[in-house]
């Protein structure tokens, strides 16, 4: 079983999160404490090869990661999750509703999307540059790079110095094959059969998954809506007070957009 945290475990009513690539589940400590006190069970797991979840070694697969989450929950709570993930975690997130609808009450995806594909040179240049850096320097050199990317601003440096650590944590053999899994992920086609309530959270700066690419996911699921905050590709980390509210919010809401 993926190692976990589980907090407010007597609650009714459960909330599964899942972090993005090269963090952990410390990524979401701006919204455990929010989210316990609404009187939610908090499950925050950390994907295999990241943070205290051990890493078998060969491929990387964001299928497989969907199904250790569905193993975490049959485990812990079998009727299912309100799911929310981020980038990485929200193509896994997007992914276990698909293979695994019963197990998904309500879908939140935040940075993500269905499909990646580069806009641009500068994008393309950013992804090429994180492949190489990876494979030819090291875990180190990749980790500086994506902080500084993420985080670019000087007032930004605490969380800059975060996440280089969380993703210091990763194996990087997990790493290596997670990115080549984000850039041959396509579900695209079958977003129709995404059936719960979904919302799509996105950065207005994002520099990483640009807010077109992440308006694919509303167009493709029924009903999806996408609320825009101010901010970068870890928006729940930039803007936690606007993105808790939203989030409970839309976790609670009983009339969510029709579907």
Do not use: K
């Amino acid at each position: 079983m993926l190692h976990h945290l589980d907090l407010n475990a007597d609650a009714a009513r459960t909330v599964l999160l899942v972090h993005g690539l090269g963090s952990n589940n410390a990524g979401w400590q701006g919204q455990t404490g929010a989210l316990r006190s609404a009187g939610w069970r908090v499950l925050v797991p950390d994907m295999p090869g990241f943070g205290d979840s051990p890493f078998a070694g060969g491929r990387w697969r964001i299928a497989d990661a969907a199904a250790e989450l569905a193993a975490l929950l049959h485990a812990l709570q079998p009727a299912g999750a309100c799911v929310a993930g981020i980038s990485m975690g929200g193509t896994v997130a997007l992914q276990l509703a698909l293979d695994y609808p019963q197990l998904v009450q309500r879908l939140v995806l935040v940075s993500t999307f269905a499909r990646l594909r580069a806009r641009g040179p500068r994008q393309l240049l950013y992804f090429a540059r994180r492949y190489l850096l990876l494979h030819l320097r090291g875990l180190p050199s990749q980790a500086r790079a994506v902080a500084q990317h993420v985080f670019p601003l000087p007032a930004q440096e605490n969380w800059r110095a975060a996440f280089y650590r969380q993703i210091l944590q990763s194996d990087v053999r997990a790493y290596r094959s997670a990115m080549l899994a984000l850039a041959r992920f396509d579900v695209q086609s079958r977003l129709a059969a995404v059936r719960v309530p979904t919302l799509v959270i996105t950065g207005s700066q994002d520099a990483t998954v640009l807010p077109e690419n992440q308006a694919g996911l509303v167009h493709g699921i029924a009903g999806a809506r996408q609320l825009i905050l101010n901010g970068g590709h870890a928006i729940m980390v930039e803007q936690p007070q606007a993105f808790n509210a939203a989030l409970l919010q839309f976790l609670s809401d009983s009339h969510p957009a029709p579907l």
